[in-house]
């Protein structure tokens, strides 16, 4: 070998001891596969929805109440006294809701009422409405669909985001809760709790949502109510408003107060 062949194989072994090794620390980690769902993959009743904006920030800094022995699955209140609570699932909706407040107004009463978040987007001013006449306010969840057919995750949904609506549209934080239909499993009940709230049901029905006509709504009422009832009625129909009148004239003659449904407990 020559000199220049010996020197030139000397050059290649020293660049091969000096060529950059690949450091570990930036290989890349291989991708792991996503972690199963305990749920179908079903879209979630919230993507649809438009999310409600408070119209003021501070509406939405509203302390949530802790879970404590308070918390509580309500079907009737105290029988010791005179009070009797009147609750409207449904709305707000522009047909009742309104002429409903109007006869409240005319008998000095307060009532509840379980709103649903998809009629509070709707209608966020007869909701605002509601909050400015003294009632309390509740919550129905957003779309009416029956709790039972609800994985947790999309009841979450439903009542996170019929709160949120609720607040945007009037301030209120609601601390009730009611199923459609009244009709729930163990772990709706559990998840309400959880959040704090009272699941509210009711003790007596008007029978309004099963096409009863005014007067046999109204004389329903009358006869079953007594100290400590919570009546269930709707504020998304005529007949219930022209059977209001009757029925407040008839809890005052049994020498029954109309309260909201917390003022029962």
């Not at 000096?18 to 291989?30: G, I, K, L, M, R």
Request: proline share 8%; hydrophobic share 45%.
């Amino acid at each position: 070998m020559t000199g220049l062949g010996r020197w030139l194989a000397i050059a290649a072994v020293l660049a091969s001891c000096w060529a950059p090794t690949e450091d570990p620390a930036h290989v890349p980690a291989p991708a792991q596969a996503p972690t199963p769902s305990r749920e179908p993959a079903t879209p979630t009743l919230a993507a649809t929805r438009v999310r409600a904006e408070p119209r003021d920030a501070a509406a939405m800094v509203v302390p949530r109440a802790s879970v404590t022995a308070q918390t509580r699955t309500r079907y009737a209140g105290s029988r010791s006294d005179d009070r009797v609570a009147l609750s409207f699932d449904d709305g707000p909706t522009p047909q009742a809701t309104r002429r409903v407040l109007q006869v409240l107004r005319l008998h000095d009463a307060r009532a509840t009422f379980f709103m649903l978040g998809e009629q509070v987007q709707r209608h966020p001013e007869l909701a605002a409405e509601v909050a400015r006449a003294g009632h309390e306010l509740g919550n129905h969840g957003w779309s009416h669909r029956s709790w039972r057919s609800l994985f947790p995750s999309q009841l979450r949904a439903e009542l996170d985001d019929t709160a949120a609506a609720i607040v945007a549209a009037t301030g209120v934080q609601p601390r009730l809760a009611r199923p459609p239909f009244g009709r729930f499993p163990a772990s709706a009940e559990q998840l309400v709790h959880a959040r704090g709230d009272d699941l509210v049901l009711w003790s007596v029905d008007s029978g309004d949502s099963a096409g009863a006509d005014a007067d046999t709504i109204a004389a329903t009422v009358v006869e079953r109510a007594r100290a400590g009832d919570i009546v269930l009625l709707h504020d998304r129909d005529g007949r219930t408003v022209r059977a209001l009148p009757a029925i407040l004239a008839g809890l005052r003659r049994k020498q029954l107060r109309v309260v909201p449904v917390s003022e029962l407990f």
